[in-house]
Structure formats: structure tokens, C-alpha cells
């Protein structure tokens, strides 16, 4: 009944473990489809597609896991959107760190390229800047990605456009202004080398070249691989960089056209761009002498300028705040990595005491299966001596008992010479049975010794190529005999005992050869040679 009960526990924990894992599955799908969603609206529709990110609840890691590069580059691009250069350089780290987990070498490419470009922007000539551009070649050239890979080749353009070496930039556009143009899957490459062509001639004075490369990029406006805003953010920078032409040169009646047309595009225009509008209107109305209108442009780059302001404290603020949850995350993971060492220690200490234990318990059962041995050996052994031992009991008891029948038949001899010729022929007999009966494959005290079983057994087990009469012979030098009275105790000669014993030690020469025999059998066996005698 308890095994049913208990089954039915773990039945229910199971499927409650399902469920659970079921209900996770289907949030982390919902969770995924508002970055996808974020995704498709980007480009078209900037603030849906921040909502979008911002209903992604925390914590980001674990709702959307193995997504978190796309969730921070698209955090980027609104960034950048929204003209914020603070979070917008964090955002991109973010997405270049994730993309190197996930092996999402497209968002790798892409981070290291904003990175490099925005940095460059801080910081001419900056070795963090060339490095982030190297690796956004090493990314894209892993995901053969080779629009990402053209646009890194606009690069070297963009950084002679910034020094302000024009002609530079302009014959490396051209030498690869083709190459871009065939770029039909998207018309971004072809668009940028445009637009730093106009860039490039405006600021060189060709206004007939800048012309020429701004109306083809104009003609873009209907190409569909190039998102409107994008084409609009082109456009505007470029007015406004024209009229700046004007300005400089004097020609009002073009400067107030382009001033009009980069006013028509305010909702395009960028942090640059809009500075740019508001203090290029504030000096043209300053130079025709409107001071109503140069002090309203005024006012407009003082807010402007203070509205900034408060991006780059709120910025502030919201890096402090994804400071302080990566520093909470950190100290949870140290706090979980010190709880994991813990554990890991314990079932070390567990694992070496099972360990210890086994060896303990595996010794003693070897000490017992050898003792057990050492007992089944002793006991054949004594088996075996006790039937020789009762097999030559009876047979001499069978010839006492014929002793006594020549004993009885002598003493009813009444002739007296004839009784000592009789009693003569038992002694010899008797003398001559003493040493040959109980010998005839080992004598009396050889059989009496085989009871010193511990002695046989050990000797056997040491030196197994010895034979029965040789490991009598040790016995006996063992125990204090001398060759002649083992000779005779074995009815054999000194000569043949002295034999056997030279056998013996080339037998065991690797023991004996620093020793004596006599030295190794008393050493070996010191402990039981009371026992023995």
C-alpha cells in the first residue's frame, strides 16, 4: 500500500514538472514573438517597436535565452533612432557580448561595425575603434555575410570623408561604385557610396558632381530593400550640408531653398542634423538682420541643447540602474558559484570516505577468503595425514597382535635352545620392522610432524617446486637435528641426507644464496618454532 502511495507522489510531482515546463515554454514563445514582432516594425515604425521590446518583462536573460543578442542590437538601433549615444554604445556592447554566445555572427558583425563607426565618432583615429572594425570583418567573413563584408569596405571612405580628405574618399567610392550598384538584395551600400560622393563634392566646391550623385540618390526613394526613414535620414544630412555650401559662399536666395528643404524633413533629422538646422537658420536670419526669427532659432538651440541635456542625464541614470542589476546578477552567480564549490566539496569528502570504505571492506574480505583458504588448505592436509595415520595404526596393530600369537607359540616351546633360536628371529624381525614398517613411504616421525600443519602448509606455499622428503628434512634442521640423526630417524645415510640438502638449497637459491638454510627456516618460521618442538 506505502509503494502505491508512493508512486502516486511521484506521479503527480512529475506532471506538476510538466506543466510547469509547459507553461514556461508557451511565455518564452510569447516573450519571443514580441522581439520578432519588435524586428518587423523597426524600420517603419520606431516607438511600436520599442513598446514591443519594453513588454519583454525581467528578467531578459532567462525569458528569452539564446536571443539576447538580437534583443540588445535592436535596443541599438532605437537607440539610435532616438538619439541616444550613451545607451546606444551600451546596448551594442551588450549585443557583440550575446552574439560571440550564441555564435550569431551576423548581430556580431553588425555590433562591431556600430561600435567602430560611433566610436571612430568620439575618437579619431582610436585603436578600440579599428579593432571593432577588424572584428566585424572576422564575424561577417564567418557568416559569409558579404553585404555585411561591403560594408566594411566602405569604411576606409568614411574615416578619409572624416579627416576631411574629400578626394580620397571619392576615389575610393568610385573604384567600387559598380560593385555597390549590383548589390540588388539591398540598396543601403549603393545609397551610402552616394550619399558620400554628394558629401565629398559639396565640400569640395564640385556642386555640379554633388548634384549628379544626390539626384541618383534621390531616385532611390523608391527602391524597396532601403526602409523610407533610412533614405529620409540620407536625404536631410545632405541638405543641410548644401545649404551649410551656401551659407559659407554667401548665396542667400540657394541658402533660404535648402534651408526650406532641410526644414521639410525635421522628423528625419538626427541630434547633428538638428543642431545643425537650428544654428544654420539662427546665423542666416542673424546675417539678413531678422532678429525676431534668429532669436525664436535662438531659443529653439538653447531648448534643444537642454533637452540633450536630460537625454544624457536619463542615460546616465539608466546605465547606473543596468549597472547595478549586472553587479546584483554577479553577486547571485558568485553567491551560487560559492554554493556549487560547497557542494562539490561535500560529495568530494563523501565520495573519498566511500572510497576509504570500500578498501577497508574489500581487505578485509580478502584476509577472510584467505584465511578461509589457509583453512580449507590445513584441512585436507590433516585430512590426508589422519587416513595415512590410521592406515598404519591398523598395521601395527595387526603385527602386534602376530607379535603376540610368536610370543605365545615361543613360550609353549619347552626345548630351550630352540626357544632362543625362536626369540633371536622375533628380535630381528621386531628390529627390523621398527625402521621399515611405519617407512615405507615416509617414517613414524615424518607422519607424527605432518601434524605441525602450519609448518607444511606455509612451506608448500613458499616453495612450492620442494617435494615431501625435502620439506621433512627442512622440519627437522628446522626443529635441531643434526644430519646423522636425521639420517637415521629417515634410515639413510649422513652422505645421502647432505645430498638432499644441497638439492634444497639450489631449489631456493634466490633466497639462500646470502644466507644459510638453516638461518632462512629459522628466521621464516621463528614465531611457531616453540609450538613446533
Not at 513588454?55 to 538619439?83: H, T, V
Not at 537650428?278 to 538651440?301: G, P, T, V
Not at 570516505?353 to 570500500?358: C, G, Y
Amino acid at each position: 500500500m506505502f509503494n502505491y502511495y508512493l508512486k502516486g507522489i511521484l506521479y503527480c510531482f512529475i506532471l506538476s514538472l510538466s506543466f510547469s515546463s509547459a507553461f514556461a515554454q508557451s511565455n518564452e514563445n510569447d516573450f519571443v514573438k514580441y522581439l520578432d514582432a519588435a524586428s518587423n516594425a523597426i524600420d517603419e515604425n520606431p516607438k511600436l517597436a520599442k513598446r514591443y521590446l519594453d513588454s519583454i518583462p525581467q528578467p531578459i536573460d532567462s525569458n528569452i535565452e539564446g536571443r539576447l543578442a538580437d534583443y540588445y542590437r535592436l535596443k541599438g538601433i532605437l537607440n539610435d533612432e532616438f538619439d541616444e549615444q550613451a545607451l546606444l554604445l551600451q546596448n551594442f556592447m551588450q549585443a557583440l557580448k550575446f552574439a560571440k554566445i550564441e555564435k550569431n555572427y551576423d548581430v556580431a558583425g553588425m555590433s562591431s561595425l556600430e561600435l567602430f563607426y560611433n566610436t571612430y565618432l568620439l575618437k579619431q583615429d582610436s585603436v578600440l575603434a579599428y579593432s571593432y572594425l577588424s572584428e566585424a570583418k572576422k564575424y561577417y567573413t564567418l557568416s559569409n555575410n558579404t553585404n555585411g563584408l561591403a560594408e566594411v569596405k566602405q569604411m576606409p571612405a568614411y574615416v578619409a570623408l572624416n579627416k576631411g580628405n574629400y578626394n580620397k574618399s571619392n576615389a575610393i567610392v568610385l573604384n567600387d561604385l559598380e560593385f555597390y550598384k549590383n548589390i540588388k538584395d539591398d540598396g543601403y551600400y549603393y545609397m551610402y557610396a552616394l550619399f558620400m560622393l554628394t558629401f565629398n563634392y559639396t565640400n569640395l566646391g564640385d556642386l555640379g558632381n554633388a548634384h549628379k550623385y544626390f539626384n541618383a540618390l534621390k531616385a532611390l526613394k523608391n527602391d524597396k530593400t532601403i526602409p523610407e526613414s533610412l533614405h529620409k535620414k540620407h536625404v536631410v544630412t545632405l541638405y543641410g550640408d548644401i545649404a551649410d555650401f551656401y551659407y559659407e559662399n554667401n548665396i542667400l536666395d540657394s541658402l533660404e531653398v535648402y534651408l526650406k528643404k532641410f526644414g521639410s524633413l525635421r522628423s528625419a533629422m538626427n541630434d547633428y542634423d538638428t543642431r545643425h538646422y537650428f544654428r544654420l537658420n539662427f546665423d542666416y536670419y542673424d546675417r539678413i538682420q531678422n532678429s525676431e526669427l534668429k532669436n525664436a532659432f535662438k531659443d529653439s538651440l538653447r531648448n534643444f541643447e537642454a533637452l540633450q541635456m536630460q537625454k544624457t542625464l536619463d542615460a546616465s541614470v539608466q546605465i547606473n540602474k543596468d549597472l547595478i542589476q549586472t553587479e546584483s546578477k554577479l553577486e547571485s552567480e558568485i553567491e551560487k558559484k560559492h554554493i556549487n564549490r560547497y557542494v562539490i566539496m561535500l560529495l568530494g569528502v563523501i565520495l573519498f570516505a566511500l572510497i576509504v570504505f570500500v578498501i577497508v571492506k574489500y581487505k578485509k574480505i580478502k584476509t577472510a577468503i584467505i584465511e578461509y583458504t589457509k583453512s580449507d588448505k590445513e584441512y585436507s592436509f590433516l585430512k590426508t595425514n589422519h587416513e595415512k595415520l590410521k592406515a598404519k595404526v591398523i598395521g601395527l596393530e595387526e603385527y602386534i597382535t602376530e607379535v603376540k600369537k610368536e610370543v605365545k607359540a615361543i613360550s609353549s616351546i619347552e626345548d630351550v635352545d630352540t626357544q632362543k633360536i625362536k626369540i633371536k628371529e622375533l628380535y630381528k624381525n621386531i628390529h627390523h620392522n621398527s625402521s621399515t614398517f611405519l617407512a615405507k613411504e615416509e617414517n613414524y616421525l615424518g607422519l607424527i610432524n605432518d601434524l605441525n600443519i602450519e609448518f607444511f602448509t606455509q612451506m608448500k606455499s613458499l616453495h612450492p617446486k620442494l617435494n615431501d622428503s625435502e620439506i621433512i628434512i627442512c622440519y627437522y634442521l628446522y626443529i635441531g637435528f643434526k644430519n646423522k640423526e636425521i639420517a637415521a630417524f629417515l634410515n639413510s645415510s649422513t652422505r645421502a641426507v647432505e645430498s638432499k640438502r644441497y638439492r634444497i638449497s639450489k631449489k631456493m637459491d634466490d633466497i639462500t644464496k646470502n644466507t644459510s638454510l638453516l638461518e632462512y627456516l629459522n628466521e621464516t618460521f621463528k614465531e611457531t618454532k616453540t609450538r613446533a618442538i
